[in-house]
């Protein structure tokens, strides 16, 4: 049995236990945080040709241990030999900085005919609810869970997930009183992250690693922060600075020297006319003209088009049967590319920016060169041109370079699919297995590609691993990203305080829409709560302002001078004018001004700060032009 380690910080000493679980203390003795004894570090072997099996790590037949130094971290490297009696030797590295009371936990396999196909519980932490405090999670923009939060929050949808897909950040923590933990995932395309909340109980992080292509494969590592004082806003802006020293933190200021057109998308509203008909083609461009006269400049969002060839009756308001819109057809619509490329060349004569869609994975579906045969098979022997991404930067230069050669200028190329928390990060197809991390890459390769054409690269939903290669995102929540209790999408009753942690960290470095008002026309359940006062959480999430988010968001539009029309244009006008203003701006800071949690507040670099009262569906904004500072209730839409 191993005997016990001690560390020591500036303020800190952990304690590695016998078991391997952690003890962390005060300068005075004083416990702050425990990780699970009920759940303590785990991993998951195979043998052969046999079922996988878990055992505890701490069940090592041979225990070897040395000292470690890399960079400001000093530690033990702990070496597992036998573990669970098995033929695999595992290296567990335990060190810290001390000087910022920052904990650096690696594992990695290192030797044995066994593998590893996962560590679990590396490591789990709870904070009982009789404690206080919060439990903070990158969901969407970010959520917090309250102690008192009552209820549990679910197993499907929510709880676990690998970062980068299903977690919007790499950042994780709690706090309670004065003392907070942060949690920062560095490998991360390969942690699967754990939250649980139990009413009355307790709330939970933990930290499993899963295998790449069927083995643990190379090191995996987390850090972990203890500091006095330190809230969620503190934790977004510790995350900030570890983001910038990686690369990714570029703001939209920066990007502008490679992508100027970054400079007019901010000082627009998006116009989106969901589905390409031939008919509708000049009642739009209408619609746009009208929005102008009103003092509106205009992305316009250009239509899906269909991948199979137009006609009405396949053809619906929302999806174009466009079977994600492949760009290798010989004539995609009535008219060929031409009808396309002078539908462009009109937007662009009305002074907008075009931005077009383009679903990474079916681009080549109906073209001439498509070749079913590459692809891996479902069940049933169909096809599944949705799980491969071991071409995609061939294939995206491929649909640039076809762009060209029809002569359709786009100003933006949205990335439908690449960024959503559903889709698949890895393709098991027998001819190419390709790892989460290659997959990423992949993606970020397709980013990279479009910004080299001039063109400003956008992607679905804001997610750290893409922010120095993405400009745009659609949604900076979706539907998935707002945390309920029941399933997604079907009535889904809140749960958890929602914060802007995504907006603290990264806020000045893309542009983003707001799944709220009118989207809901299209489907169930993709709207924000409508008893949750959407138009202030659009001002509170820094969200960029859109037509088709506001109620009855129909294109060609239906109605311009009814009272509930002229209301819509209204608040789109204040909110244009508010984001306008902070677009380029960092957000300092978010807290809440009273202990119900509905009086709020956010400032930003440039001064501007607004204030929000959630039960009273008002707000008031400070150091922008036109507003008063004193509170106004927005529109009734």
């Known amino acids: 049995m191993m005997k016990p380690l001690k560390l020591s910080g500036k303020n800190i000493k952990v304690l590695v236990n016998d078991d391997l679980t952690l003890t962390v203390s005060g300068g005075d003795g004083a416990r702050l ?20 099996k878990s055992v505890p790590l701490a069940s090592a037949g041979d225990v070897a241990i040395s000292d470690f130094a890399e960079g400001s971290y000093r530690g033990r490297a702990i070496r597992l030999g036998r573990v669970g009696g098995a033929d695999t030797a595992l290296e567990l590295i335990i060190a810290i900085d001390a000087a910022a009371d920052e904990l650096m936990v690696q594992v990695a396999e290192v030797s044995g005919s066994a593998r590893v196909l996962s560590v679990e519980h590396l490591y789990r932490w709870e904070k009982g609810v009789a404690e206080g405090g919060c439990m903070v999670i990158p969901h969407g923009s970010g959520y917090l869970i309250p102690a008192e939060q009552r209820g549990e929050l679910p197993a499907e949808g929510h709880q676990g997930g690998i970062v980068g897909a299903r977690w919007s950040l790499p950042v994780f923590g709690m706090f309670r009183g004065e003392d907070g933990v942060c949690f920062i995932v560095e ?122 060839g137009y006609s009405p009756e396949r053809n619906t308001p929302t999806t174009a049967h466009s079977n994600w819109q492949a760009f290798l057809n010989d004539s995609p619509v009535p008219g060929g590319w031409e009808t396309l490329v002078n539908l462009e060349r009109k937007a662009h004569e009305l002074g907008c920016l075009v931005q077009g869609f383009v679903g990474p994975r079916y681009q080549f579906a109906g073209g001439k060169d498509y070749d079913e045969d590459r692809w891996p098979r479902s069940a049933d022997g169909q096809a599944i041109e949705d799980l491969s991404v071991h071409d995609a930067s061939h294939r995206i230069k491929r649909v640039l370079d076809g762009l060209e050669a029809h002569g359709l200028k786009l100003d933006v190329l949205y990335f439908d699919g690449y960024a959503a928390h559903q889709a698949l990060p890895q393709d098991f197809s027998p001819s190419h297995r390709v790892t989460r991390r290659q997959t990423f890459e992949a993606q970020n390769d397709c980013l990279g590609e479009t910004r080299r054409r001039g063109i400003m690269p956008g992607s679905e939903l804001a997610r750290f691993w893409c922010m120095a290669n993405c400009d745009y995102f659609f949604f ?74 506001l109620p009855d968001p129909y294109v060609p539009v239906r109605e311009w001078e009814t009272p509930k029309a002229k209301a819509r244009w209204s608040w789109l006008k204040r909110w244009a004018a508010f984001y306008q203003a902070i677009a380029t701006s960092e957000m300092v800071s978010h807290r809440f001004l009273s202990q119900d949690r509905k009086q709020q507040r956010v400032e930003f670099a440039n001064g501007v700060a607004a204030e929000f009262d959630m039960a009273g569906n008002r707000f008031r904004v400070f150091g922008v032009p036109g507003f008063s500072g004193e509170w106004e209730q927005p529109d009734e839409l």
């Open 33 to 52: 945080w425990q990780s699970s004894k009920t759940h303590p570090p785990t991993v998951v072997l195979r043998d052969g040709d046999g079922e996988g």
């Open 187 to 308: 490998t991360w395309w390969d942690a699967d992250v754990h939250a649980q909340h139990a009413e009355g109980k307790f709330s939970a992080l933990d930290f499993c690693w899963a295998a790449s292509l069927g083995e643990l494969a190379y090191p995996r590592r987390m850090t972990i922060k203890f500091a006095r004082g330190m809230d969620y806003v503190a934790m977004a802006k510790y995350y900030r600075e570890h983001a910038r020293k990686q690369g990714l933190l570029q703001t939209l200021g920066e990007k502008t020297e490679h992508t100027p057109v970054i400079r007019r998308y901010i000082r627009n509203i998006l116009f989106r006319w969901p589905a390409y008909n031939t008919e509708d083609g000049p009642a739009a461009l209408e619609d746009i003209r009208r929005l102008q006269e009103m003092g509106f400049g205009i992305n316009f969002f250009f239509p899906k088009w269909s991948a199979e």
């Open 476 to 549: 900076t929540d979706w539907s998935s990203d707002r945390l309920s209790n029941t399933p997604v999408r079907y009535a889904p009753a809140p749960f958890g305080e929602p914060v802007p942690i995504f907006q603290l960290v990264f806020h000045d470095c893309y542009v983003a829409g707001f799944s709220g008002g009118g989207y809901a026309l299209y489907a169930d359940g993709y709207d924000w709560w409508a008893d949750r006062t959407p138009r202030l959480y659009e001002l509170l999430f820094a969200s960029a302002p859109a037509y088709n988010w």
